[in-house]
């Protein structure tokens, strides 16, 4: 029976553990990583009262009325006295608010004579003012357990005066490719040789992923060769994946031979591409053992692989693609029968944001999920999606 990609997707997540092995790590190296714990502010965010803009600190209780200049307060440099009636200090943006002061006059509403400002309007009082802890409050949860830290949390961090953060340790992931026509990146092709290119795909998104990659290389067809490598492979890390030689010819003795050493199910995908799929587990490992068109095993990585190791960093939900509805730009054509995820072009122009196919679909043509950056889905019964319809998009820069 052939099984959805959701079916698969929420049969896979479901059985895929989140680590609990964690480590400290310093800022400076927890790119990528995923929170172990939830992080509270220490303080208050800002921690004073400071102003959003350049120009005057002053009482607004003072309207319009000129004012006399009595100091300066820069940002990092605050002014000691107070603030009175008909006075005001110069200051910049993020400088403490001087005491006195309930209000900023920005620069451009102030004229200037000598050692007085002349007010262009009332400033209203707490206008451009930055309240001390409007950011965050003392004691509230600035980032909880299941964080992926990206830049703006490690700037968040940062902010609160945390170095160091508990994390998650990496996932170790193994993989090989498969099959008896592959050959070395420098070989010389001889005829039905082509080169190995899975095994470029699988380390760049692990990469992306931030997961600790164990190289395995080309394995030949042939069972001792193969059953030696996941057993190796098991031993060594938490998610196995292989490429090729899952479509029905291979398959029968792989199943066999998987059947022996772990438990997998081979599933029948009603997708493309990407019709065969195993999953399972070889000892303590996850195993995917994905389709070895080019096409395919991208496809796949991030409809399964993807959630899967994202799940089982640590991460918080969602772990599956986020997908954008979009108009497209003209007509797609498609056999009703399985979910297609057709490469796809953002066009942004006159009317907007659109998307189209790239032409070439076929799962060997990796020339056109080169020139991609979206996955287009098209449901499994249609027959295809008329021009300025809307589809569902997955964007590939957004698949980490
Ligand atoms: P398989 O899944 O082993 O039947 O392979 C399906 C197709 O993908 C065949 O045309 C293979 O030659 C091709 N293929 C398998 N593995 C790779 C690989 N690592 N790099 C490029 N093409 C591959
Ligand atoms: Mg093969």
Not at 91 to 118: N, R
Not at 166 to 188: H, M, Y
Request: proline share 6%; glycine share 10%; hydrophobic share 45%.
């Amino acid at each position: 029976m052939a099984k959805s990609v959701e079916e698969a997707r929420a049969a896979i997540l479901a059985s895929s553990p989140a680590l609990t092995d964690t480590e400290v790590l310093h800022l400076s190296a927890a790119l990528g990583r995923v929170l172990a714990e939830d992080i509270r502010a220490p303080q208050a965010v800002p921690a004073w009262p400071n102003s959003a803009m350049d120009g005057y600190a002053l009482r607004s209780s003072d309207g319009e009325k000129p004012r006399q200049l009595i100091g300066h307060c820069f940002a990092g440099h605050p002014f000691t006295g107070v603030v009175g009636p008909g006075e005001c200090v110069r200051i910049m943006t993020g400088a403490v608010m001087p005491e006195g002061a309930d209000s900023v006059l920005i620069q451009e509403q102030a004229e200037i004579q000598d050692k007085t400002i002349l007010p262009q309007q009332h400033p209203a009082p707490g206008a451009n003012i930055r309240q001390a802890g409007e950011d965050l409050q003392p004691g509230v949860e600035a980032l909880p357990a299941g964080t992926l830290l990206r830049p703006a949390q490690l700037a968040l961090l940062a902010s609160l005066g945390i170095a160091e953060v508990k994390v998650f340790r990496r996932l170790r992931v193994a993989f090989f490719s498969t099959g008896d026509e592959l050959r070395p990146l420098g070989s010389t092709l001889e005829a039905g040789q082509i080169y190995d290119s899975n095994r470029y795909a699988l380390q760049g998104m692990l990469q992306r992923l931030g997961c600790e990659i164990l190289d395995l290389g080309r394995i030949l067809d042939n069972p001792e060769h193969l059953e030696k490598t996941l057993q190796q492979a098991a031993g060594m890390a938490d998610l196995v994946i292989s490429t090729g030689g899952v479509s029905v010819g291979d398959a029968d003795y792989i199943a066999e031979l998987l059947g022996r050493i772990g438990s997998i199910n081979f599933w029948k995908m009603n997708m493309k591409p990407g019709r065969p799929l195993a999953f399972g587990q070889l000892g303590e490992a996850t195993f995917f053992g994905l389709p070895g068109n080019p096409v395919s095993t991208m496809v796949t990585f991030y409809q399964f692989v993807q959630p899967c190791i994202l799940k089982r960093m640590g991460k918080s939900a969602p772990w599956t693609p986020t997908v954008l509805k979009i108009p497209l730009a003209h007509s797609l054509k498609k056999k009703p029968g399985r979910t297609d995820f057709q490469r796809g072009v953002l066009i942004s122009g006159e009317n907007g944001l659109q998307v189209a196919g790239v032409g070439q679909q076929a799962s060997h043509i990796m020339s056109g999920l080169a020139h991609a950056d979206c996955l287009i889905i098209l449901a499994a019964e249609a027959e295809g999606a008329p021009a300025g319809s809307m589809v569902d998009v997955q964007l590939l820069e957004g698949l980490v």
